[in-house]
């Protein structure tokens, strides 16, 4: 099956600093990578997400990129703000077959950002 | 957009007892369901996957006989602990994938169930 991992596993920066997740996957099969932002006991909320043909993406102060060749894909924020601050996950699937798109997370990372 | 919503949000039981957690998918029919359990600290586990009308596809090391799922419309899925343990007590999150003929690649959770099991 999927495996994904993410690092760093805590991430702390000063507000208007740029922050950078980072996910490796093992399935060359996966080809959709969704990135959640998760507040304290609040349900995940997809911020951005790739498909595999398509190598960046970005929305606003968030962009996520993909190396399918190395099978890794990143998180970038740039000009952070305290709201920022919460815990993220990267997820892989692949559609097709009976996977049914059922999703794989890295282990989060939180992130800090300090007024 | 979407809307996916759970209930109880919070449910406080005693040992031995069993408890029946509601997914429903508001405004979109939903043919798959996932039902997610996140410890403290934690990442989100997938526990099982959930069609509507057929048998629920559990993952390696999750009991089926202990976590029951039924999936029994295109807008309700439910999953019962039974006999819970302590050690059953977590944060359960349900997801719900739009049919694929709304070509979504999106899944849309709900907003968790948080289980103490005394």
């Known amino acids: 099956g999927e495996n994904v991992e993410q690092h760093p596993s805590t991430l702390s920066v000063q507000e208007g600093d740029s922050a950078v997740i980072k996910c490796t996957y093992s399935d060359s099969a996966s080809n959709y990578f969704p990135w959640y932002k998760q507040e304290l006991g609040k349900r995940p909320q997809l911020i951005i997400d790739i498909r595999s043909n398509v190598g960046e993406k970005k929305d606003q102060r968030i962009a996520v990129t993909l190396n399918k060749t190395a099978k890794h894909f990143s998180l970038h924020i740039t000009e952070t703000q305290p709201e920022d601050s919460a815990v993220y996950f990267c997820a892989a699937t692949s559609f097709g077959g009976t996977s049914y798109g059922k999703l794989t997370f890295g282990q989060g990372t939180i992130l800090t950002v300090h007024p | 957009g979407a809307v996916v919503s759970q209930h109880p949000s919070r449910v406080i039981c005693k040992s031995g007892t069993s408890v029946k957690i509601e997914c429903r998918s ?93």
């Open chain 2, 26 to 118: 508001l405004d979109f029919q939903a043919t798959t369901m996932f039902w997610y359990r996140q410890f403290p600290k934690q990442s989100l586990m997938l526990m099982a996957t959930s069609n509507e009308g057929s048998k629920a596809t559990y993952e390696q090391g999750v009991e089926k006989d202990k976590f029951l799922i039924n999936h029994a419309s295109l807008t309700l899925s439910t999953l019962t602990v039974t006999s819970a343990h302590p050690e059953d007590s977590s944060f359960y999150i349900c997801s719900a994938r739009p049919a694929r003929r709304l070509i979504t690649d999106t899944q849309y959770f709900g907003p968790g169930t948080r289980l103490t099991v005394l």
